[in-house]
């Protein structure tokens, strides 16, 4: 492969016949949907639960003391 030098401005670009059309500009590239969330199961709901109220004892006694 041949090498370009450093020195100057990169080649205009163009489209290619043929080809799929470029990309709108932006930060985000389309791409299909990706498959959907199982809903939370009463046993992950419950853990959740359990543990924010873990937290927020332990908070309430920590600011007390």
Known sequence: MRERPHDGPLPAARPVPGARPPHPDGD???APAGPLRAPLSRRQY?????V???VLVLLVVGILR
């Not at 419950?46 to 359990?50: C, H």
């Open 46 to 50: 419950a853990y959740g639960v359990t």
């Open 52 to 54: 924010a109220l873990l």
């Open 28 to 30: 985000r590239v389309p």
